[in-house]
């Protein structure tokens, strides 16, 4: 479910509105005046929610405490699914205009104050704040935090004790904790690029989610961390992210990881702790890297398990032994060829 520190729910709308915003019929059997209270994930839905399913996913469904679930047309439930089912060509596009329809301000945040500081943010002692600096309603900042020039610090927003913000950061649907660095240039909950696409165009995909920056993390300059879809995007405790990194909606950054300049994280990805990611690294959707995992500068992780306490490179990643004798063979494979070409 969303936030409502950062969030306006709109609802509750009846299951006949949503089905006909949507241009979809409602299920056989189904009563179309029932009350829709919101959207959620599959796994934290309850019995007043409405979820979806993009993927073959019939565990999850059927274990789901959801009320509905928009599933598409092709997908085939052997057995009894927890949710009823609401069958559409396109769960993608369906969700989309639903959650626009529960959500309508889900943008990157409205500004309509007149002062700087906005009379309902709460900064605790010795917080300080450079010229330009603008603070969004409901906001909180712990003791000792500093806030440099032009930093955007939106509705909601929660910073923690002796944290540093540099100029012209944006922060928006995002918890802090203690001691985090954000150095100039960095956004944090910026919407995540999610689109549901159709012979008409691109419709974006509300993204409805938050940041979680656990403590002493320290986020590089011109660094951008997406907010999730649905659930958070999680930076853990202790992380270093290097100056010009992506990280997209939904990934889970595990604690003590360094993550060096230009490297691509695609959303859903998880990295467990003590993962290290060189220079220029990219890490497909859906990605799962164990703890102590370690990839060379310019490896690009395809979606998919990679274990723990190895070493990667290439494009497609590997374990670095067999990348390097990969590299080896095709070395001597070059020299034959230009020998027997002068020969």
């Known amino acids: 479910m969303a936030d409502s520190r950062f969030y306006d729910n709109r609802g509750p709308f009846s299951l006949a509105d949503i089905c006909a915003r949507v241009s979809i019929a409602v299920?056989?059997?189904?009563?179309?005046?029932?009350?829709?209270?919101?959207?959620?994930?599959?796994?934290?839905?309850?019995?007043?929610?409405?979820?979806?399913?993009?993927?073959?996913e019939q565990a999850?469904?059927?274990?789901?405490?959801?009320?509905?679930?928009?599933?598409?047309?092709?997908t085939h439930f052997p057995g009894k699914a927890g949710p009823r089912l609401i069958m559409c060509d396109s769960v993608q596009h369906a969700f989309a205009v639903t959650a626009a329809l529960f959500y309508r301000e889900h943008g990157s945040g409205v500004w309509e104050?007149?002062?700087?500081?906005?009379?309902?943010?709460?900064?605790?002692?010795?917080?300080?704040?450079?010229?330009?600096?603008?603070?969004?309603?409901?906001?909180?900042?712990?003791?000792?935090?500093?806030?440099?020039?032009?930093?955007?610090?939106?509705?909601?927003?929660?910073?923690?004790?002796n944290c540093e913000i540099g100029s012209h950061a944006g922060?928006?649907?995002?918890?802090?904790?203690?001691?985090?660095?954000?150095?100039?240039?960095?956004?944090?909950?910026?919407p995540g690029f999610g689109f549901a696409g159709s012979s008409t165009g691109h419709?974006?995909?509300?993204?409805?989610g938050r940041v979680i920056v656990q403590d002493r993390?320290?986020?590089?300059?011109?660094?951008?961390?997406?907010?999730?879809?649905?659930?958070d995007t999680v930076i853990g405790e202790g992380t270093k992210i290097d100056n010009l990194v992506q990280i997209g909606h939904n990934s889970r950054i595990g604690r003590h990881c360094i993550v060096?300049?230009?490297?691509?994280?695609?959303?859903?990805?998880?990295?467990?702790?003590?993962?290290?990611?060189?220079?220029?690294?990219?890490?497909?959707?859906h990605a799962r890297i164990g703890a102590h995992a370690r990839f060379a500068a310019r490896a690009a992780a395809a979606p998919g398990e990679y274990p723990g306490g190895e070493d990667y490179g290439g494009a497609p990643a590997r374990p670095m032994k067999q990348w390097r004798r990969e590299l080896a063979a095709v070395a001597i494979l070059a020299k034959r060829r230009r020998r027997?070409?002068?020969?």
């Open 217 to 231: 993390v320290e986020i590089g300059a011109g660094t951008t961390i997406d907010r999730g879809a649905l659930a």
């Open 113 to 161: 104050q007149s002062q700087s500081i906005h009379p309902t943010a709460r900064l605790e002692e010795n917080v300080r704040l450079a010229p330009g600096v603008v603070i969004g309603p409901d906001v909180e900042i712990g003791a000792g935090t500093r806030i440099g020039p032009n930093a955007a610090i939106g509705r909601g927003v929660m910073i923690g004790r």
């Open 60 to 74: 999850a469904v059927a274990a789901s405490r959801a009320g509905w679930c928009f599933v598409s047309r092709n």
């Open 203 to 208: 419709l974006k995909i509300p993204q409805l």
């Open 27 to 56: 299920p056989d059997g189904v009563d179309g005046t029932e009350p829709v209270a919101d959207l959620a994930g599959l796994e934290s839905a309850g019995p007043s929610h409405l979820t979806f399913s993009v993927a073959q």
């Open 171 to 190: 922060i928006a649907f995002a918890y802090l904790g203690d001691e985090v660095q954000v150095l100039p240039g960095a956004q944090i909950g910026q």
């Open 340 to 343: 027997n070409a002068d020969g």
């Open 260 to 285: 060096v300049a230009q490297t691509g994280i695609s959303g859903s990805c998880e990295l467990g702790d003590f993962v290290v990611l060189g220079g220029q690294a990219g890490i497909a959707d």
